[in-house]
């Protein structure tokens, strides 16, 4: 499970990383960005507490 949820945080920010620089999303590429980080933060957090 930890490492689906990395996967998918690397997978989010890439897509915000095009994003920013494309300009053709808008909002949703900051939405994307922040389910990333906070799936970033719940896996780091797991990873501690093993």
């Known amino acids: ?3 689906l ?3 998918i945080a ?3 920010i890439i897509c ?3 994003g920013v620089f494309a300009y ?3 909002g949703l590429i900051h939405i994307l960005l922040v ?3 906070i799936a970033i ?3 780091l957090i797991q990873g501690r507490s093993i």
């Open 41 to 43: 933060i719940f896996r």
């Open 35 to 37: 389910i990333a980080l």
């Open 24 to 26: 053709s999303v808008g």
């Open 1 to 3: 499970m930890g490492n």
């Open 10 to 12: 690397v997978i989010l």
């Open 16 to 18: 915000w990383a095009i």
């Open 5 to 7: 949820l990395y996967t």
